[in-house]
Structure formats: structure tokens, C-alpha cells
């Protein structure tokens, strides 16, 4: 199962390079803004996760399951092989007999999920990549947006409405809705 999730990963070893990327760019700690109240941190960095959950490949998960199903596998056949070399093996495998564990088609059919997931993911990252990029970009345009309006593009917003002559309180609502269409 690992030989087949790492020969499709070395096929899209570009593409999935590309994703790395872009996890790193979500997979950041968002750094809240002083120029920006509480709520608008926190809608920022909730969208930040939000894109991060969905957009990352994460088949490291899928290899550390498949790795910890080996690992536990390994284990239940040394501890096999040291009963067979012991004094007391038929009550020591009649112990091991009614120990809770699932049947070997249910294992295989579980790890040939994990795998069938993981190749699912990857290949609409593989068809979508423009698309996701793009996504991923604009999110970030428009993050960095919002915050220049907040902070330098306000204040000469609001230079140019006194230098012509709008009324503070027009200026103040007018930026109020303008926040809150930003905001939804």
C-alpha cells in the first residue's frame, strides 16, 4: 500500500510541490492585526483554517496510519513467534484468540480506504490545480487588501473626503457599510 501511495506521489511530485507550498502559506500562524478589531482577526484567521483544512494533501496521515498498521502487525508476530518458543503455547494462543481484533479483510479493506482516500485527494488537487492556486492566491490578495484598507488606504480615504469638503458623519457611515460588505 505504501509502494502504490509513493509511486502516484513521485508522479506528482510537481504538482504536489506546488501544494506544499500553498500548505506553508495557510499552515502559518495568522498574526493578528493591531489595526484590526477583535472580530475581524478572528473571521481572518478562521477563513485562514478553513482554506488550510481543505486545501492541504496530508498523505504523511495516510503513511502514518499505514506505518502504525505495520508497526502493530510486527508486533503481534514477534509476540506470536515468542509463545511458539514457549512452555505453555495453546493457553498463551487461546489467549491471543479471544483478544478484540478486527479480521484481516476488515484490516485490508480498511488500509485499501486510507490509500483509495489519499489518491482521491491527490487527483483532484491534480485536476484542479489552476483553480485551487488561483483560490489560494486571491485569498491572500484580498487578506492583504483588507488590511491596507484598514490602516493607510483609511486614513487618506478619509484626508481626501475633508479636503473635499464630505461631511465626517457621511464618511464615517459611508466607511461603516463599506467594513461590513468587506465583513460578509
Not at 506546488?18 to 478589531?37: I, M, N, R
Request: charged share 30%.
Amino acid at each position: 500500500m505504501l509502494d502504490k501511495l509513493q509511486k502516484f506521489e513521485t508522479a506528482q511530485a510537481k504538482t504536489i510541490g506546488k501544494f506544499l507550498q500553498t500548505a506553508l502559506k495557510l499552515g502559518a500562524k495568522y498574526t493578528a492585526s493591531k489595526h484590526l478589531t477583535p472580530e475581524e482577526n478572528k473571521l481572518l484567521a478562521e477563513r485562514q483554517k478553513f482554506l488550510s483544512g481543505r486545501l492541504e494533501i496530508r498523505t504523511d496521515e495516510t503513511k502514518s496510519q499505514i506505518l502504525s498498521f505495520k508497526t502493530q502487525a510486527e508486533n503481534f508476530s514477534e509476540r506470536l513467534a515468542k509463545i511458539n518458543r514457549g512452555q505453555n503455547s495453546l493457553r498463551e494462543l487461546a489467549e491471543i484468540e479471544n483478544e478484540p481484533r478486527p479480521s484481516f479483510a476488515f484490516l485490508t479493506e480498511n488500509l485499501t480506504q486510507l490509500v483509495q482516500n489519499a489518491r482521491l485527494k491527490m487527483d483532484f488537487f491534480v485536476t484542479n490545480e489552476n483553480f485551487i492556486l488561483n483560490v489560494v492566491n486571491l485569498w491572500e490578495i484580498w487578506n492583504e487588501n483588507y488590511k491596507s484598507f484598514k490602516t493607510k488606504l483609511r486614513e487618506e480615504l478619509a484626508a481626501v473626503c475633508r479636503e473635499d469638503g464630505i461631511d465626517e458623519e457621511i464618511f464615517g457611515l459611508a466607511l461603516r457599510l463599506a467594513e461590513q460588505k468587506i465583513s460578509d
